[in-house]
């Protein structure tokens, strides 16, 4: 059983290095890939150093790759890989509207990825933080609409996110200008409502991404889904203002109790203890954070939440080694172990 690691080098890359020396997955093999330019650098896994190699232009001899290069990586090479024999679980958002691609939160629809045909997708980081709370209180009480604020952490914009807001903020404390590189304006001190393309309806490619990844992952079209996307001068985890209508009413008590059963999800709700989530709290965590469930003053037997997940582990790294995880206890993953 080989695993490989397409940027290996990247914010998630470094990620799925810290997940799998957690993980339940047997594998026998680690193999790091990334640009040329990171050939022949080595990163640490379980007191090792691997050796970072340059993407090759075709397959790959492993049994499992996790792509997290980007979209057009993905793209150009994943066929090549599954033609070469492997499973894909990709991160990108290359394959995820294919109607032929499943799109997985093991939590929510593990056993979609089941079906798939060499490719599995890996869903947007916003979306996969939502749907683990969302998808226990569609189940219970069906959500017919669904209004989502984000607070949105710059590493979402991968390892230069990070070095953007690190820098700029250097700048700014030392009286100088800060030079927006990857994100539109300056981001410390700042909030930015624009993260990724807008499109021709006024929303941005983010915003789209969650009502069209919401409705593939919890299975229901007929979810209503508006999405305002913004990225705040934070390092990790991603935080959501969650509104639901609901065709079956619900208590908060109700929707608290209900959120405590269910995998994946921590629920902090303490407002006079000062406990609610936050990225502070939720950073690093594997469990999503779900707090300031309230009745909503809009819908009737509608709820307000709020929530905050680690996106580069749930909403991302994670995720993709879970449905790894999910296939293998199933008997359903290639490759043997060996001994
Ligand atoms: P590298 O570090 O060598 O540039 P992030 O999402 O944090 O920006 O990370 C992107 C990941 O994708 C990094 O591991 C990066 O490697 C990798 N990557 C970028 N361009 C290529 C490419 N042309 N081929 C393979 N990997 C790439």
């Known amino acids: 059983m080989r695993v490989a690691i397409v940027g290996a080098t990247g914010a998630v890359g470094h990620e799925l290095l810290r997940v799998l020396e957690n993980s339940t997955l047997h594998f026998d093999e680690l193999q790091l890939y990334a640009s040329p330019r990171s050939a022949g650098t080595t990163l640490p896994f379980n007191g090792e150093e691997l050796t970072v190699r340059a993407t090759p232009e075709g397959a790959i001899d492993a049994d499992l790759i996790l792509a997290s290069a980007g979209g057009s990586i993905s793209k150009a090479l994943a066929p090549a890989w599954v033609a070469g024999g492997a499973l894909v679980i990709d991160n990108s958002s290359a394959f995820r509207y294919d109607p032929e691609v499943p799109l997985v939160v093991p939590e929510v629809n593990g056993e979609a990825a089941l079906g798939h045909k060499g490719i599995i997708a890996n869903p947007n980081c916003t979306t996969a933080v939502a749907v683990v709370a969302v998808a226990p209180l569609h189940r219970a009480f069906g959500v017919k609409r669904m209004i989502v604020s984000t607070y949105q952490a710059t590493s979402g914009a991968g390892q230069k996110g990070i070095e953007e807001l690190l820098t700029q903020t250097h700048r700014v404390l030392h009286d100088q200008p800060a030079q927006a590189q990857v994100f539109a304006h300056p981001i410390p001190f700042n909030v ?104 909503s003053l809009v819908f009737d037997g509608g709820l307000d939440l709020f929530v905050a997940g680690d996106q580069l582990l749930k909403g991302a790294a994670l995720n993709a080694v879970q449905i790894a995880e999910y296939l293998q206890e199933k008997g359903a993953l290639k490759g043997r172990v060996a001994g």
Not at 213 to 242: F, M, N, Q, W, Y
């Open 192 to 295: 930015i409502p624009h993260i990724d393309a807008f499109q021709d309806n006024g929303y941005t490619k983010e915003e789209m991404k969650v009502a069209w990844e919401t409705r593939k992952i919890i299975g229901d079209d007929s979810i209503r889904v508006s999405c305002t996307a913004v990225r705040i001068p934070t390092l990790r985890t991603h935080s959501e203002a969650i509104t639901l209508e609901l065709e079956r009413p619900a208590t908060p008590e109700e929707a608290r109790e209900l959120l405590r059963q269910a995998a994946g999800v921590e629920v902090r709700d303490d407002p006079g203890a000062r406990l609610y989530p936050m990225p502070l709290t939720a950073s690093g965590k594997y469990d999503v954070e779900v707090g300031r469930i309230r009745a």
